[in-house]
């Protein structure tokens, strides 16, 4: 069997081949640059060219990118595209109904949101890490999570000072409360109303879905709490000196998860763990559920918090290599990405076997 | 030990001397008329008299005044303060760490803020409740019943005449996030330098040297917790007046179909017998009070009514939760725990008798006494 893999920038990508291959396909890679997501013609074009010299049985992705989707419908080969980024944008595309498509969220309650799109080839997956021992770079501390896309929406200058100043309190005080996501409930019809006027989204294909209008404000919120922790985070690591930035893993390696994610585990802070980084995590309900805290994984509820605990575990070497060889263990059991790349190869022959 | 009690008009202050004297303590109970005026020199002076006069050795108050603790170090007397109410402005004087004062908070949280700050004289004792209370035999008035302030007229934020729209968009930004989040008292922390620079602009609050609380703690306590609590009352009431009849005990009015304004109740016999009377009390503890019990959770529990509060997380460590008193954690749960206990009326009325046990076992005035007694009498015997 051939796979192709559609290289689009995200770090799983070569984890994912090299499982390919283990399970003896031949996997080919396509790295064309891709100038738009949703209409970039000569990329379709090639795209579809290479499916059909190589020979592709599928072709794989991850994330969903439309002109692939677009390719894998002309040559009727299945499009797996697993998504474990913190975007779901290009879901709305009109491209997620295509019948060769099986897509794979690493977020649940996202994959209930488009199931209906297209049922029987949406699936929530979580993502899957390999286990493979990395080097570290001793005595420094850095973040986990990379290419980090936000926020997509911006408010209109022309908007109120009242709804700039409301809409900063809002993120502000979401910002310090962990494992309870009350934006939804805060924002009254009228305030929606008025913030639906004022919140632009520039990236959306001219074939996009709707997006609901609380949807788009949660969204919008989120991304800016999760682009404010991450810096504020990063200035206390920073602040300490020893912040590395960059391949490698650190002594101490920061989870910031983004406030989107509710129901899923993030990918980069399994692959810091399955290679033996020690992990600490701003609390997620998903994240507290997987894994034993304080044994496994560590967690931190606020800032004064998270600077505590790196200065406590840089110091305590052996308490730190406990848990991150139980975090490990606990990442080789559950999240073994052989696991998922199986669990993908059953849900598309079942789902063409239909 | 000689007691003089000074009591201004407050609540329970015949519990307290009554438990004082069965307890031996020799009390002389002094009314004022109104709360003390600090700079009332002529009272000082009358005071400073008599306690040298009749020898008193312990002077006690409900809440805290700063003009008493410096009476008493003059006076070389102890201070007993139980505290009450919250926020209380007076507990940010610098006479708070006066080495005479015994002050009670029953909000753990704060109690252990001021233990941080190095103020030795603050120790924490949850509210108690009143026993014997006489089962009313009436029979129930009403289904729903809130009995409290809704801070329309007593919260400072409404007074501010201007601030920038920006600013006052952040500042209600932060109070409609404060009203869902129950357990976490955030507000202080939302307040930056850069925000209240910018706020003082607008607003003069000035204490004085007397004074050591930051503006932060002013401004979200005096002004920002106590609007919190009108929009929240407010917002709950009006929730859940369109499904029941909620009588509404308050010194001001909520003008909404289904809502029946009672006027105040006074404090005492009367207000026991509206918890009473009422299948569900509501209760709504202020947000500045961060993890303590009310006294209004206490005096419907000690009158056998069943209580229906927000959450706090001392709760857990003195009531049953589910078993002597219920929680709501969101204006949703409220709703439907209010339906499922109107309808379930024998499992509320375990509850409320539950309730009204822990009060008596737990939470009454002797224990509290004795227990603030024991700590005052220990320190009488060190600096013996």
Same mark, same amino acid.
């Given at each position: ?354 | ?229 009108? *929009? #929240? ?6 929730? =859940? ?5 909620? &009588? /509404?005990?308050?010194? $001001? ?71 002597? *008193? #219920? ?6 749960? =409220? ?5 499922? &206990? /109107?309808?379930?009326? $024998? ?38």
């Amino acid at each position: 069997m051939r796979a192709v893999i559609c290289k689009v920038g995200q770090r799983m990508e070569t984890a994912v081949a090299e499982e390919l291959r283990r399970e003896a396909l031949e996997v080919g890679e396509f790295a064309r640059i891709l100038k738009d997501k949703d209409y970039d013609v000569e990329y379709i074009q090639a795209l579809s060219d290479y499916i059909k010299e190589y020979g592709a049985d599928m072709v794989w992705s991850m994330e969903y990118i439309p002109v692939i989707s677009r390719a894998c419908l002309v040559e009727k080969v299945p499009y797996v595209a697993w998504i474990i980024g913190e975007s779901w944008n290009t879901l709305y595309s009109s491209t997620i109904q295509n019948p060769w498509n099986f897509v794979f969220v690493a977020e649940g309650h996202i994959a209930e949101r488009f199931w209906k799109k297209n049922p029987g080839h949406i699936f929530y997956l979580p993502p899957g890490a390999k286990a493979d021992v990395l080097s570290e770079v001793p005595g420094t501390v850095g973040l986990c999570n990379w290419n980090m896309e936000y926020p997509v929406y911006y408010m209109k200058e022309d908007c109120s000072e009242y709804m700039k100043g409301y809409v900063r309190g809002l993120i502000e005080a979401q910002q310090r409360v962990y494992g309870y996501h009350f934006l939804p409930n805060l924002i009254t019809k009228k305030r929606k109303t008025e913030l639906g006027k004022i919140l632009l989204e520039p990236m959306r294909g001219k074939d996009y879905y709707q997006k609901n209008l609380q949807v788009r404000i949660d969204d919008f919120l989120c991304d800016t709490i999760t682009r404010n922790e991450r810096e504020e985070a990063v200035q206390i690591m920073k602040d300490m000196e020893i912040f590395h930035e960059g391949d490698g893993l650190c002594t101490v390696n920061v989870n910031v998860a983004s406030r989107k994610c509710r129901t899923g585990i993030p990918y980069d802070m399994l692959r810091v763990m399955g290679a033996g980084g020690f992990v600490i995590t701003n609390y997620q309900d998903k994240i507290a559920s997987s894994f034993v805290i304080g044994e496994e994984i560590v967690v931190y509820e606020d800032m004064k918090e998270l600077q505590d605990k790196i200065e406590y575990y840089l110091e305590h070497e052996e308490e730190r290599k406990q848990i991150a060889i139980r975090g490990r263990r606990r990442v080789k059991e559950d999240f073994s990405l052989q696991q998922r790349v199986g669990d993908v190869f059953y849900a598309v022959t079942e789902g063409l076997r239909r | 030990m000689k007691i003089l009690f000074l009591e201004w008009p407050c609540y329970g202050a015949e519990n307290w001397i009554r438990e004082l004297e069965n307890q031996g303590y020799e009390v002389t109970h002094m009314k004022v008329p109104h709360m003390l005026d600090e700079d009332d020199m002529v009272f000082q002076n009358r005071l400073v008299e008599r306690i040298k006069d009749k020898g008193y050795e312990l002077l006690c108050t409900f809440n805290f005044l700063p003009m008493l603790s410096i009476i008493a170090r003059n006076t070389n007397i102890r201070y007993l303060s139980w505290v009450y109410d919250s926020p209380l402005l007076t507990m940010y004087s610098v006479e708070v760490g006066s080495p005479n004062n015994y002050i009670f908070l029953f909000d753990r949280r704060q109690y252990e803020e001021f233990r941080d700050k190095g103020i030795q004289t603050v120790h924490y004792l949850p509210l108690a409740g009143v026993t014997g209370i006489e089962k009313d035999s009436t029979g129930y008035s009403s289904e729903v019943t809130f009995v409290g302030a809704l801070y329309q007229t007593y919260n400072l934020f409404d007074e501010i005449k201007y601030l920038p729209d920006r600013l006052k968009g952040y500042l209600e930004g932060i109070m409609e996030a404060q009203r869902r989040v129950y357990g976490y008292y955030m507000l202080p922390e939302l307040l930056s330098e850069e925000l209240l620079g910018e706020i003082l602009k607008y607003i003069k609050m000035d204490l004085g040297d007397q004074y050591w609380a930051s503006y932060r703690d002013i401004f979200a306590s005096q002004f920002l917790a106590k609007k919190t609590a009108n *929009l #929240e009352r407010e917002s709950m009431l009006r929730y =859940l007046a369109q499904y029941f009849r909620i &009588y /509404l005990y308050s010194n $001001e009015r909520l003008e909404v179909p289904n809502i029946i304004n009672c006027g105040t109740v006074p404090y005492g016999a009367e207000m026991y017998k509206v918890f009473q009377r009422s299948k569900i009390n509501i209760n709504s503890t202020l947000r500045c009070i961060q993890t303590g019990i009310n006294l209004r959770t206490m005096d419907i529990l000690s009158a056998g009514g069943f209580c229906l509060t927000n959450y706090q997380e001392e709760l857990s460590s003195h009531f049953v939760i589910g078993k002597e *008193l #219920e929680v709501y954690e969101s204006e949703l749960d =409220l709703l439907e725990k209010t339906a499922y &206990y /109107l309808e379930h009326e $024998e499992e509320r009325e375990e509850i409320a008798r539950n309730g009204k046990k822990r009060i008596e076992e737990s939470h009454t005035y002797p224990m509290r006494v004795k227990e603030m007694m024991d700590i005052v009498c220990r320190g009488f015997a060190k600096s013996n």
